[in-house]
Structures are given as structure tokens and as C-alpha cells.
């Protein structure tokens, strides 16, 4: 059974940073691409980075990059998500997810996500 658990999330102020972990169980990172999407109060879920599990290449909505950096331990079993300049509209709940291709975590489709954990961007 496939288990993502997020951690990391928080309050912080605009122009902070936070990073945010996810814990796999099994050989996920071996097979799997895995990711982030988030979701706000009342808006669509939006597919935020992703990190290959063929090749490496990352990837990231326009929103976030320059700001975001997604990686992964393969020896701890965890993706990172180093979010930085963060903004009021990066709140929401973000949730790890991991599907075979980065399309279904970045379009938030995929069916394997983690619990979610709560980010608040406010002054």
C-alpha cells in the first residue's frame, strides 16, 4: 500500500519561507514521480511541482517558480518542497501525491495523495 505523509506546513509571514517534507513508505521513489498540489478554500486543486522518477526533471506552475525548489532523498524515503518569497495566494492545503508520470500529480488526478498539510501565508 502506497503511504505519502506530508509534513512542514505552518503560519508564516509574507516574503518567509517553509519547507515541507513527505515521507513515502516502500519503493515509491523508485517507481513513482512524486509531487505536490494545493488546494485553497472554494478554488480547483492546483498541481504545483513535481520531481521525475526517470529522469530527474522537475517541474513547476508558473506560479511558483523561481520561488519553489522540489527534491528528494531516495535514502529517507522523502520529497522536499523548499518554498520561498512566499505569497498570500500560496495558502491552501498542500498534499504529496504520487502517480506514474508527473501529468497526474501536476493535474492532481492521480488517486495516491497524502493527508495534506495546511500552509497560511498572512501578516
Known amino acids: 500500500q502506497v503511504q505519502l505523509v506530508e509534513s512542514g506546513g505552518g503560519l508564516v509571514q509574507p516574503g518567509g519561507s517553509l519547507r515541507l517534507s513527505c515521507a513515502s513508505s516502500?519503493?515509491?521513489?523508485?517507481?513513482?514521480?512524486v509531487g505536490w498540489f494545493r488546494q485553497a478554500p472554494g478554488k480547483e486543486p492546483e498541481g504545483v511541482s513535481c520531481i521525475s522518477t526517470s529522469d530527474d526533471d522537475t517541474y513547476y506552475s508558473d506560479s511558483v517558480k523561481g520561488r519553489f525548489t522540489i527534491s528528494r532523498d531516495n535514502a529517507k524515503r522523502t520529497v522536499y518542497l523548499q518554498m520561498n518569497n512566499l505569497k498570500v495566494e500560496d495558502s491552501g492545503v498542500y498534499f504529496c501525491?504520487?502517480?506514474?508520470?508527473?501529468?497526474?500529480?501536476?493535474?492532481?488526478?492521480?488517486?495516491?495523495w497524502g493527508q495534506g498539510t495546511q500552509v497560511t501565508v498572512s501578516s
Open positions: 501525491a504520487a502517480d506514474w508520470g508527473c501529468d497526474g500529480v501536476l493535474s492532481s488526478t492521480t488517486t495516491t
Open positions: 516502500g519503493y515509491i521513489l523508485d517507481f513513482y514521480s
